[in-house]
């Protein structure tokens, strides 16, 4: 979390009229009615974008409201101005503020929905969002691993399946080099298989599977195995397939 940005989004809604207090927010003018983070995302949230700043200041002002109200709706309007006419946002501090608030301390379950519902189910934007994030430095955490990098690295393949097999298998298969990764590029590879979205190759998946080093009776390992093993890509395009695997592996 970004103190400084903190504290300037704090200080924005308060000129809004919003202040927060104990349980929740409130507006000056309604000070009983007691607000959510949720309720102050959808309603002031676009409004930052509005500001008479110039879009790196704009943006920077959301990262901030995000670290502040840690709502996903935070996200979606991100998203939205890159997508407007007035965008892209820019590129430089747009992939910072993601990849800054991946390798924080605190959960954040907000960045990496919005990851993965939104940058890598689009087609259009999964490929440049994975390299940002991850794609483009893998090979640096890999071989100067420290703690920040690598809390990064494990929630990004841990939302990758919607991403392209194309595009993310070279990360994989340098992740594949480092132990402290396995356990997260398991869970990739069982996303890309249960995903709604989910995407991979199932014979180079199961090359990848077979060399990853996990404990002895991982959840849900024998089975995958098995439906990548049968050459089956999509649960949901193969939904009997991993139902077979689960019965023959209990």
Known sequence: MDGGAVEAARHWLAEQGVTQVRGGWVRHEQPDVLLTANDVAHTWAGDVFAEDLDAAGRLRLAFGLLDLLDEYWVTCEIRFADDSSEGPLPADVLWDGYRRRLEADEEVEAVTYSLWVDWFEDRATSAKAFAEVLGNDIEHVVTDPSQAPLRRARRVLECSGPVPWSVKEPTYRTALRLPALHPALFRGLRASFHDVYGDLEPAAASALLDRLDLPVGT???????????????????????????VRSCS
Do not use: C, M
């Not at 959840?219 to 397939?241: F, K, W, Y």
């Open 219 to 245: 959840p849900h390992l024998a089975e995958l195995r098995q439906v990548l093993a049968a050459g089956h890509a999509n649960h949901h395009r193969s939904p009997a397939a991993r139902d077979d695997a």
